[in-house]
């Protein structure tokens, strides 16, 4: 772009996890490939995503970084700066269908080819939606009101929508390492092994500990903040685990809280945890809640003998405010999740 040729793919990231599962995709494919990062504002999200960036960059892409949010200007400076590329491109990569960056993006590619890669459980809600022919909306927002913004951008999102069909002129590719009960008619589903991660990364040093995953269901109003922490002692307590490696959207304010009522060993990873995981030392045992990890760590670790346990959420821990959806979906992910421990709901 800005001058060279247009790239025969643009794959969209939004956030680390999404970067590293283009660069599973791209794994075994060949294809003339430029990662655009619309970056956020999350100053641990922009972070590594810088690392992200590096590690593609080192596997041969053009990484494009863009300030996409840096003020009210931004998005029709960035937009207006891919548009032509966007036109051009056969083949267009996104992590996340339900951003409404990415949705006004697709109203303006051409291109014939759609890949969506994962973007953590939230694949299994889009595949979900699609099928159903329901709007694109995130989970833990559902059951809520529609505000303003959202009926601003509505036709847009139902633009996107069809985009993300497939239809005789158009390829819909999905590639994840989620399981999925149903897909839309024509969709092409490729299963996300991590090939890349195995073959880049480890085999890790074990230790005889467990470290514990933090997940950010308090941040996005979900779980109420005092019953997570207790679940977080007990399950520290119980299991003996040391390490708490946190969420890239957890506040700082309930970390250093959990810090102090839990005595854990806090975290901040700089690479998706699957990375983190595959370079070790990591626990034996490795604990979460629900989440997209209970998924991809034991394809990453797979063969190292680590052990995943998912702890589900109990729904006295749900907030008030928390989408009647929550709980169905939160124990869907555990139920679907293979080869892992399954470990009671703490009251």
Known sequence: MNGTPAPDTLAFVESPVQLLNVLEWAHTRTSDLTV?????????????????????????????????????GAPFHTIGGLAGALRRARRIVIGDPFSRYVQL??????????????????????IAQLAGG??????????????????????????????????PARI??????????????????TANDFAWTRSRFGPPRITRGADLVGTSLVETGVVDPDRYVEAVTTLARTHGATRYFAHRRESTEKLHRLAVETGLEIVRPELPLELIARRGPIGRTILSFPSTVVHTLPLALAGTGVRVAVCDVSPQWLRDTASPRAQGFLSGVTTTARDVQRLPALN
């Open 105 to 126: 993006l697709l109203t303006i590619t051409r291109a014939r080819d759609l890949v969506v890669v994962d973007d953590g459980t939230a694949t299994m809600e889009f």
């Open 36 to 72: 655009v990062v619309l970056s956020p504002t999350d100053p641990m999200t922009r972070g590594q995503l810088r690392r992200m960036a590096e590690l593609a960059r080192e596997e041969g892409m053009r990484v494009r970084w863009e300030e996409a949010r840096g003020g009210a």
């Open 134 to 167: 329901e709007r694109l909306v995130r989970w833990h927002r559902r059951g809520g009101r529609r505000g303003p913004r959202d009926l601003v951008f509505g036709p847009v999102s139902a633009a996107a929508r069809r985009r993300l069909t497939p239809s």
């Open 172 to 189: 819909v590719e999905v590639f994840t390492s989620m399981p999925l009960e149903e897909a839309a008619p024509g969709i092409t589903v």
